[in-house]
Every structure is written in C-alpha cells, then in structure tokens.
C-alpha cells in the first residue's frame, strides 16, 4: 500500500496540470559565431593590408600638402579621426607637401582578438620608414627636420569597421616607448 500515497500524489499533479512534460523544453545553447579570421596568421596579412591603404592614401594626401584628407580619414575610428588629422591639418596650414613614399615592414602580431559577436581587435608592431621621404616647404625648400629618425617603432590598433567585417579601421598608432626594434 506505500504505492497508493505516491500514485495519488502523481495523480493530483495530474489534474492540477503540475506534471512535468514528457520532452522538457530545453533552451537553445547561446550561439556562437566562427570567428572573424580563420588563424592569427589570416588576422595579422588583413592588418597589414588595411595599414599600408593608410599609408599609401596618406602618402597622396601629404604630396597634396593635406588636401581632401577625409579620404584616409574614412579609413580610421571616430575615435582616431582627430589625432589622424592632426598631420593632414598641419601639412596644409604651412603648405608643406612631401615628396617619396612611406613604408613599413617588420610587422608583428602582439595581441589579436574575437569577442565571439562579430567584433576584433589587432594590435601590431610595425616599423614605420620615412627615410624616402622628404617635407617640402611652401617655398620649395627641402624642410625635413635633420635629426627625424627614419624608422618609427610603432603600436598600431586596428578594429573591424562593423560586427562581422573583415574590414579594419585603423584605432591608434602611437611610437612605442620601449626599446627601438627597428634599428
């Protein structure tokens, strides 16, 4: 008789609509996206390839002494927009154009990631090389400062431009303060 009070128990359950499903619902996992590039490797050439867009726009703008520079500034972060035409700015206000091409080399991957919801980061150091380059004043005079170090050491950020792009804005771009790896 010990089954009767369980088999009333289940009963009541029953009626009252208390007993469970026979398939509980189960809640779908939280999904997951591939991530943006496939390997660092992937992440670090797209970042390379969007940097030297920079700079090769960049180069342009400057032989133009900083003329229509909205066209590398809609390569970079709202964030950056104002430090990155700071340069473009300064070119025009002194009329300076440049002569030559910026380069860069020796890029590394310091830190790359993937939020998982369409959104990355990469941080690269590269060395930046202006030896070619020269700044030519309003009055065609060659006004390259003599002691500009011809290679910059720098930490350059880049995000993508929206979630799941593989497009990328350049964030920042600062000398690194640390030992000059580009000697």
Not at 66 to 84: K, Q, W
Not at 129 to 141: F, K, M, P, Q, W
Request: hydrophobic content about 40%.
């Amino acid at each position: 008789m010990r089954t009767a009070p369980a088999l009333l128990i289940v009963l009541v359950l029953a009626l009252t609509g208390c007993m469970p499903d026979d398939d509980p619902i189960r809640p779908d996992p939280s999904p997951t996206s591939a991530p943006i590039f496939a390997s660092d490797e992937e992440a670090l050439a797209a970042a390379e390839e969007a940097y030297r867009a920079y700079v090769e726009i960049s180069d342009v703008i400057l032989h133009e002494a900083g003329a229509e520079s909205d066209r590398a500034l809609d390569l970079v972060t709202d964030g950056f927009r104002e430090e990155a035409a700071s340069g473009f700015l300064l070119f025009a206000e002194r009329q300076w154009r440049s002569e030559g091409a910026t380069t860069f080399d020796s890029a590394t991957l310091q830190q790359y990631s993937d939020d998982g919801n369409g959104a990355v980061q990469i941080v690269l150091y590269l060395c930046l090389d202006v030896s070619e380059t020269r700044i030519i004043g309003s009055d065609g005079s060659d006004v390259t400062p003599a002691a500009r170090n011809p290679r910059l050491p720098l930490v350059v950020e880049m995000v993508n431009s929206a979630d799941y792009s593989v497009d990328l804005l350049q964030a920042g771009s600062e000398v690194w303060s640390g030992n000059d790896y580009c000697v």
